[in-house]
């Protein structure tokens, strides 16, 4: 699969900063994903993205779809301290690999009170 | 109830044995993958499954073996088992396969001593 390069790898914050980290892809990617991932548990969906350009949000989170397709990021504002957890990128080329999920390395958040 | 579930929750066992681990779906997905979460946190498909039909075999070892019996389950036979094995093991499940959107279960956190 692609490697998809994730930054930054870990972040550590206040409550109430805001968070931004990214994620570039070397191949184009048709659908961009973004999941969080807490300790002991699998990935859970946060925004999905389809359309070069999109923007869009879930609460606090934003995220958008890159107009080259080969790139997007996630925004998080007013950060709590449930946000905790890893944050992965996620690309899908429906081309290639029968709708596997290509994943950044991941970006570690965590957030003091 | 859980939409994608995996059985067990830890498999500590010892080099050379055979295990197992289960995955079921009640979400009537038609396709259902395994990934790979090594040390570092990086995700890796190894396995997809559409309607009992495998479509992806990534790099893995043959001693790693897929079994639909049918499109709600979807279990991992491992053979041999080896050190470099130890890794978390994510069972996921998806719909209409284009969009990405893929839903996973808890993990299996395989330990080979």
């Known amino acids: 699969g692609q490697q998809l390069n994730q930054s930054p790898q870990s972040m550590f914050i206040q409550e109430g900063e805001d968070v931004s980290m990214n994620c570039t892809s070397s191949?184009?990617?048709?659908?961009w994903l973004w999941y969080k991932q807490d300790p002991g548990e699998g990935p859970v969906l946060l925004i999905a993205?389809?359309?070069?350009?999109e923007l869009t949000s879930n609460g606090r989170l934003t995220a958008q779809f890159g107009i080259t397709r080969k790139d997007s990021f996630l925004n998080i504002s007013a950060s709590i301290p449930s946000d905790v957890g890893i944050y992965f990128c996620?690309?899908?080329?429906?081309?290639?690999?029968?709708?596997?999920?290509?994943f950044g390395k991941g970006t570690s958040l965590l957030v003091t009170p | 109830d859980t939409a994608v579930s995996q059985t067990p929750k830890y498999l500590v066992t010892q080099m050379g044995n055979d295990k197992s681990i289960k995955c079921e779906q009640n979400?009537?997905?038609?396709?259902m993958y395994w990934y790979k979460q090594d040390s570092k946190k990086f995700l890796k498909i190894m396995f997809s499954?559409?309607?009992?039909?495998?479509?992806i075999n990534e790099t893995v070892p043959n001693r790693f073996s897929p079994k639909s019996p049918d499109k709600a389950h979807l279990n991992l036979h491992i053979n041999s088992l080896e050190l470099g094995d130890s890794a978390v093991y994510f069972c996921?499940?998806?719909?209409?396969?284009?969009?990405?959107?893929?839903?996973f279960g808890a993990g299996t956190r395989l330990s080979v001593l």
């Open positions: 996921a499940s998806s719909q209409d396969a284009p969009t990405g959107i893929q839903y």
């Open positions: 191949s184009i990617f048709n659908t």
């Open positions: 993205l389809y359309k070069a350009g």
């Open positions: 996620a690309g899908q080329d429906p081309s290639n690999s029968g709708y596997a999920l290509n």
């Open positions: 979400l009537g997905h038609d396709t």
């Open positions: 499954y559409n309607n009992k039909e495998l479509i």
